[in-house]
T-cell receptor, first 115, second 117 residues
Framework: DQQVKQNSPSLSVQEGRISILNCDYT??????FLWYKKYPAEGPTFLIS?????DKNEDGRFTVFLNKSAKHLSLHIVPSQPGDSAVYFC??????????????FGTGTRLQVTL | DTGVSQNPRHKITKRGQNVTFRCDPI?????LYWYRQTLGQGPEFLTY????????KSRLLSDRFSAERPKGSFSTLEIQRTEQGDSAMYLC???????????????FGPGTRLTVL
């Protein structure tokens, strides 16, 4: 049972345009969400996160939006740059005090930013 | 470099052999996680340490797998009697929870790619 879903395996965007990556989740206990970027043969690199008490978090070119009622989050990258080409993973955790925040990942979306 | 480090980066072994991987977390991070990633999938949680205590294990972690974190610093993941299905990228992550917050951000190492022939 895939609790975190990234339904688009790939996305191609022109340099300078906006990239929008989507993620859906089914577990209503998830209350902390993260986006990671992964290059081949490397570990995931943390990009940005959002707590369920917020609906938006922004860090430079990256903005994450959370719609709790729809159990949906998205990552916006503006403007997209060729160096953004990578696989992006959405991850979620159940933030229970005093316990591990183990992450549940989606299957990833491969973003290609073209010139 | 003060990031999470993992050794070796690559390991090729024959079926039935034992292998051991090492993870050195970011200094002062008291939480350490192991994940496994197979082709086309996201990382899957294996186990978690708070300091030296192993507090949670996934059902993915069969009895052939054992993890330790002596003295709450580096960690090792051992796989005994490896099978071809164990071929995967093994990722380590560490974190430092902020104050009373229950959520924390995990920082990953480069991973160890295991190939079982």
């Amino acid at each position: 049972d895939q609790q975190v879903k990234q339904n688009s395996p790939s996305l191609s965007v022109q340099e300078g345009r906006i990239s929008i990556l989507n993620c859906d989740y089914t577990n209503s206990m998830f209350d902390y969400f993260l986006w990671y970027k992964k290059y081949p043969a490397e570990g995931p690199t943390f990009l940005i996160s959002i707590s369920s008490i917020k609906d938006k978090n922004e860090d430079g070119r990256f903005t994450v939006f959370l719609n709790k009622s729809a159990k949906h989050l998205s990552l916006h990258i503006v403007p997209s740059q060729p160096g953004d080409s990578a696989v992006y993973f959405c991850a979620a955790s159940e933030g229970r005090v005093g316990t591990a925040s183990k992450l549940t990942f989606g299957t990833g979306t491969r973003l290609q930013v073209t010139l | 470099d003060t990031g999470v480090s993992q050794n070796p980066r690559h390991k090729i072994t024959k079926r039935g052999q034992n292998v051991t991987f090492r993870c050195d977390p970011i200094s002062e991070h008291n939480r350490l996680y192991w994940y496994r990633q197979t082709l086309g999938q996201g990382p899957e949680f294996l186990t978690y340490f708070q300091n030296e205590a192993q507090l949670e294990k996934s059902r993915l972690l069969s009895d052939r797998f054992s993890a330790e974190r002596p003295k709450g610093s580096f960690s090792t993941l051992e796989i005994q009697r490896t099978e071809q299905g164990d071929s995967a990228m093994y990722l380590c992550a560490s974190s430092l929870p902020l104050g009373g917050l229950s959520t924390d951000t995990q920082y990953f190492g480069p991973g160890t790619r295991l190939t079982v022939l």
